[in-house]
């Protein structure tokens, strides 16, 4: 998905998970919180319609399968991200601060997921954008399109959760529509960047697993 705004959700709440040790510290201070999206060719969900099915991308009935070159079943999956590329997520979050900024991050697959891009992303939930984001589905598949030219490919995604840690919430878990993918959340506390951690989250099965991520030269 410091002190927390008054009136944020319930369900978008850390629940105190604090990333497990993944976390990077960029700043010092708070530990680990929240996403929200609408997807190309679907309708928005009826009230009382389950809320996670407004987030899957592309065919109805169909979820988003893993990056093309992940290693399945070959252990823990490293995500790799260069001080540079923080240091832009950083900027992005600052710029929209004390809304959550947004993005994604293309690379290429692996064992070692390396982010070659970050690519920020229009934050256009119609409200509470403080506490949640909407990525437009045409940037996503503009993205799509621009990686699959030179071999790269969309690993996952980044949004950033103002004076909230960098654990995903309830609300992220129930969101996240593209099991395998990395979703990268940075904690800011007043303007200040603080940890940044790397979670896969799977809205289907209901899990949310701390990933590896390095921060390299």
Known sequence: MGSVPAGRDHDRGHGGCAGSGTSARTGGGVPGRHVEWRSPRRRVAPRGEDPRRRHRHGVPGRRRQVPR???????????????DQVRAIEDHARTTFPEECCGLLLGMAGKRKRVLEVRPARNVAESNRGRRYMIDPTEILAAERDASRDGREILGFYHS???HPAAP????????AWPGYSYVILSIVDRNPKDIASWLLDSESGTKKAEALSITP
Do not use: E, Q, R
Request: aromatic share 4%; charged share 10%; proline share 8%.
């Open 161 to 163: 959760h103002p004076n």
């Open 169 to 176: 919430s309830d609300f992220d878990l129930s969101h996240a």
């Open 69 to 83: 070159g992940t290693v399945l079943g070959g252990g823990p999956v490293t995500i790799l991200l260069s001080k």
